[in-house]
């Protein structure tokens, strides 16, 4: 799978535009605005997705959001995928409003995704994730981590506003625990009336100084909120990481998913098609695309 080709939807032969009936099977809140959803396709025999991809999620009479997969195949039972979505809006309001049993409508899978059967193979990892920016990336980690033989050294950097604000708790404990995976988190603050806190505190980029990675075999891949690509790749520029080898997910405002509509565009550079993977050296003469 080439990471520039957009995958088609598998879900729906007949339109891309229609959305195809789905039940939620489980949900829980993860934090104050976040929450865990889990669904399965009514129809779902033929559904498969990759790391990086996105569903177009509809709650009838409100509206439609795009929102990554959090899930990895490796996992997932056919038809089924995970999502963790913040309440910013209306339909992500009434998606935290729902209740086991109760319907949506799921288009997609759509985007690109991390090759993580491909260029990320026999390669040392770098998941450097902000905030909710840990979402999309979970599958990939999930992806790798369940074929660990295929990959080199696996480091994951996480930083959180708050420790309130860390997301998939289960995870962080799994990698921390594991031997075969270097694991490093971070908050901004912390209250010290909240929670105790005995980590790391500051931001997410004082983090790489602390590994020794070799450039020659590194790949690395970028998730977060707009500010911290910026200086993240600032750090990463002195320890000579290749722009080819560094893989972003970007989020932008889009509707159709498909590359009709024209919401999504960069400069030109339909997101929704292009990404929302993408590599640095694809992107790096776009300013406006970070
Ligand atoms: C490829 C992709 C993957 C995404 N994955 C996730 C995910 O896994 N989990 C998740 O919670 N959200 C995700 N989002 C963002 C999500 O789509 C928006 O938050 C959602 O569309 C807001 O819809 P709403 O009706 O609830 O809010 P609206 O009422 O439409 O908007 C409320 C506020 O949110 C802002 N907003 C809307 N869309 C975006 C956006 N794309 N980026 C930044 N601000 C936005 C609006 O400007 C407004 O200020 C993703 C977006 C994209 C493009
Ligand atoms: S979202 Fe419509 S063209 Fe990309």
């Given amino acids: 799978m080439t990471l520039t080709k957009s995958v088609k939807a598998t879900v729906n032969k007949t339109s891309i535009y229609l959305p195809q009936p789905a039940t939620l099977l489980e949900s829980s809140s993860l934090t104050e605005h976040e929450m865990y959803f889990r669904f399965c396709l009514d129809d779902g025999k033929d559904f498969s997705y990759m790391p990086g991809q996105f569903m177009s999620v509809s709650v009838p ?18 038809g089924e995928l995970e999502m963790v979505i913040r309440k910013v809006g209306g339909v992500t309001a009434a998606l935290h409003h729902l209740v086991v049993g109760q319907k949506v409508g799921l288009r997609g899978p759509f985007g690109t995704t991390f090759p993580v059967d491909g260029e990320f193979k026999g390669r040392d990892l770098l998941f450097v994730c902000g905030g909710i920016g840990l979402v999309p990336v979970r599958s990939a980690i999930h992806y790798v981590l369940d074929n660990r033989g295929d990959y080199g050294e696996v480091t994951i950097m996480f930083g959180a506003r708050t420790p309130n604000d860390r997301l998939f708790l289960k995870d962080l404990q799994e990698w921390t625990d594991r031997p075969d995976v ?17 980590g790391r505190v500051g931001v997410i980029t004082r983090l790489i100084p602390k590994v020794k990675f070799d450039p020659a075999l590194t790949t690395t891949v970028i998730c977060g909120p707009p500010i911290m690509y910026k200086f993240v ?58």
């Fill in 61 to 78: 009479g409100i509206g439609e959001a795009p929102i990554s997969i959090c899930s990895s195949p490796t996992r997932t039972k056919p």
């Fill in 182 to 198: 270097y694991y490093l988190d971070t908050v901004d603050q912390f209250d010290t009336r909240g929670p105790v806190w005995t």
């Fill in 233 to 290: 790749l600032i750090e990463l520029a002195k320890i000579e990481l290749r722009d080819d080898r560094i893989f972003l997910s970007l989020e932008r405002h889009m509707k159709c998913g498909v590359g009709k509509c024209g919401h999504c565009q960069i400069n030109g550079l339909y997101a929704c098609q292009k990404g929302p993977v993408f590599k640095y050296s694809e992107i790096e003469s776009v300013p406006e695309a970070i």
